[in-house]
């Protein structure tokens, strides 16, 4: 079946220590992307990576790295979390960027205390 | 891109047809019109996407005005499973990065 799986679905950490939300996708999609979404505001998306090894800042990447070393997976990483990261977040990819359907992922609900 | 309005929220008798309205009056020439929906915090669906032309698909029908500044989603048999929030989106089709922004769309609630 063709999808986008995340893990993990739901994490409650705490402020400081390093979490890595994993995101991978078995289409052979060249586009992957990372959003988030917080009550009121929508999804913004925080980074994006056209192929592998060519990544690039979204909206609003401070406070993230990712890093796409092999197509099908698409990491964020968090090295320090902090309480305003709180938010759902979703990966998506697609063929390319552009023209055509997103699929995105089920989403990691994510708490920092 | 363009902006999208959209009303708030709506209705509708399950089995019957959902038609969603969606105003881009500011639309360019090269900006595609998308249709997702979001079921309670799932990650958000793709429905369908047209340019001008009417488009359909197992999903739904998009009907887009000649003018190219309004479209409706029709779900044409809602079901229960169709409650969610719909959003309808401008975008402009080309090689770089083109996010997705998502307004604040439409709650449907099929009602039994």
């Known amino acids: 079946e063709a999808q986008v799986t995340q893990n993990p679905r739901y994490l409650i950490t705490v402020t400081g220590k390093k979490l890595t939300v994993t995101c991978s996708q078995n289409m052979n999609h060249e586009y992957m992307s990372w959003y988030r979404q917080d009550p009121g505001l929508g999804l913004r998306q925080i980074y994006y990576s056209m192929n592998v090894e060519v990544t690039d800042k979204g909206d609003v990447p401070e406070g993230y790295k990712v890093s796409r070393k092999e197509k099908r997976n698409f990491p964020l990483i968090l090295e320090s979390p902090s309480p305003n990261q709180t938010s759902l977040y979703f990966c998506?990819?697609?063929?390319?960027?552009?023209?055509?359907?997103?699929?995105f992922g089920p989403g990691t609900r994510l708490t920092v205390l | 891109d363009a902006k999208t309005t959209q009303p708030t929220s709506m209705d509708c008798a399950e089995g019957r047809a959902a038609n969603l309205p969606c105003n881009h009056s500011t639309i360019s020439g090269n900006e595609y019109v998308y249709w997702y929906r979001q079921i309670h915090s799932q990650g958000p669906q793709y429905i369908i996407h047209g340019l001008k032309n009417n488009e359909t698909n197992e999903m739904a029908s998009l009907i887009i005005t000649e003018d190219r500044k309004s479209s409706t989603l029709i779900l044409p048999h809602a079901t229960l499973r169709d409650t969610a929030v719909y959003y309808c989106i401008v975008r402009v089709a080309n090689s770089g990065n083109t996010p997705l922004v998502f307004g604040k769309g439409t709650r449907l609630s099929v009602i039994a």
């Open positions: 998506a990819s697609s063929l390319w960027s552009s023209g055509n359907e997103q699929f």
